[in-house]
């Protein structure tokens, strides 16, 4: 039998996670918006000031997926909220429960910080992704649309230059 096992990633994993962002990318067809480096990696999510989390899944010792997650809030509940980032396990290991035992163990920490909500997005066209989140109670929340500022827009505003 597999031994499938989920642990809280470290640094040394750096370079595993930006595997894992390059394999999703191409999935999600943009490889090319895959910026970050490894030491990125190392810095944003190991760094002294890191506000995100990694989890690497295992089975029988191979990396065969990842995770990564940080806390929000909800005024509405008046606590916090855990919302995952990314999701990914390896084609070969999809329907196997992979992905149910690492939503499992973000569920579990949610439940363990007094989290209100556990959180995240899906693109519009992954399909087989939303029939998953949906068989295991997941609701889409239709209602809101999500807003981004990267890049140019984010500096302007950030300066005040936005008219």
């Known amino acids: 039998m597999a031994d499938l096992s989920i642990r809280e ?9 930006l595997g894992f962002i390059t394999e999703l990318a191409i999935y999600e067809k943009a490889e090319h918006e895959v910026l970050a480096t490894e030491e990125d990696i190392c810095n944003s999510l190991f760094g ?29 509940l008046g606590k916090p909220g855990l ?11 999809r329907g196997g429960g992979t992905g149910t035992e690492i939503l499992k163990h973000l569920a579990g920490i949610a439940v363990a910080r007094g989290c209100g909500r556990f959180e995240w997005s899906v693109l519009d066209w992954n399909e087989p992704a939303i ?12 209602e809101w649309i ?3 500022l990267t890049g140019k827009a984010l500096t302007d505003l950030a300066a005040g230059s936005v008219s």
């Open 9 to 17: 990633a470290t640094a040394r994993d750096a370079g595993t996670i």
């Open 48 to 76: 002294e000031n890191s506000s995100a989390h990694g989890l690497i899944c295992s089975l029988d010792g191979e990396a065969v997926g990842f995770a990564i997650y940080f806390f929000n809030y909800s005024t509405w």
């Open 146 to 148: 999500v807003y981004r």
């Open 131 to 142: 029939k998953f989140y949906e068989s295991l109670g997941a609701k889409p929340q239709d």
């Open 83 to 93: 919302y995952l980032e990314d999701l990914y396990v390896r084609p070969e290991q």
